[in-house]
């Protein structure tokens, strides 16, 4: 279907841009400019309606190249800068001619360069705690400046599209849009026999303070867990009660007479299993091991 040349001093892996042609019956019909695997995406988009739209033209001729078993021939034929590759291209346009404007064989709608690339909105970066950061031209300028690998995350996160709310720890918005950001939820915490000790601004602020992981004060607010690093955590300002479960019972080991809050806890100290532990609590055996346990 299609053949590539003038590759050898390339590496399409790396984020060096390029100049590119497309030439079929020994004319050349579309010049671009991209990065890694763009010089052959529009082969694989010729039958997509809303990105042949762009272009109808230049598609069709590639749609009727191929049905024709007609081939194609891909030539690199510049590597550089973007800016370097920019003028190149333009150079390129203006010399083959477009073909809706003079006797040119080009399909390129624009003149190419700088001009001929969308610059789309310019975008501003936020901390997640609503703090400003900067602004830039376009989306793919913060993923260049930041060396990420794509930039529709950024959009997406500007278009509020799938939910998204942030990319790379950052909230984006359009500039000139008031970013929304959810307000963080007060934490309280309170030792076990509920004595007030602090309000915290977040989960993630208490985690910093007490030098833990923030999922462990999250589960406790949730009701997950009973304690996390030996507090009680609550997302209300009421009086927390330590509710220990209602189908633990407190276990004695009458060998050394200790008292323990449950089977579990005994099991641990002790070594032994807790349905060992249980059978001789209900009375289905004598001991375990020689250690006698009762319910208190």
């Known amino acids: 279907m299609y053949s590539l040349s003038n590759v050898a001093n390339h590496n399409f892996r790396s984020q060096n841009f390029y100049v590119y042609e497309y030439w079929a019956e020994g004319v050349c019909f579309y010049v671009g400019k991209g990065r890694c695997d763009r010089w052959k995406r529009h082969l694989y988009y010729r039958t997509n309606k809303k990105i042949t739209k762009s272009n109808p033209h230049f598609y069709n001729k590639i749609l009727k190249y191929v049905l024709n078993n007609i ?43 700088e001009g001929g690339t969308s610059d789309g909105k310019t975008i501003d970066q936020f901390t997640k705690t609503g703090k400003y950061i900067r602004t830039y031209k376009n989306a793919k300028e913060a993923m260049l400046i930041n060396n990420w690998k794509c930039y529709s995350s950024i959009s997406d996160c500007c278009n509020h599209k799938r939910g998204t709310k942030s990319y790379k720890g950052f909230v984006w918005e359009f500039s000139g849009c ?37 999922s462990t004060i999250r589960d406790a607010v949730q009701g997950i867990t009973r304690l996390a690093v030996g507090y009680l955590w609550i997302d209300n300002k009421s009086t927390p009660i330590l509710r220990l479960n209602k189908k633990t019972k407190p276990v004695r080991w009458i060998n050394n007479n200790i008292t323990y809050q449950s089977i579990t806890e005994a099991s641990k100290a002790t070594k032994h299993t807790v349905t060992n532990i249980s059978r001789v609590c209900k009375g289905y055996r004598t001991d375990v091991g020689n250690d006698i346990f009762e319910y208190v």
């Open 71 to 113: 081939s194609i021939h891909i030539k690199i034929v510049f590597t550089g800068t973007e800016a370097q590759t920019f003028k190149h291209e333009q150079k390129l346009i203006l010399l083959y001619g477009k073909r809706h404007l003079s006797e040119g064989t080009l399909t390129n709608i624009q003149n190419g360069g």
């Open 178 to 214: 008031v970013p929304l950001f959810a307000p963080n939820k007060l934490i309280y915490q309170w030792t076990i026999d509920s004595t007030f000790i602090t309000t915290h601004e977040s989960v993630s602020g208490a985690a910093k303070i007490m030098e833990c992981d923030p």
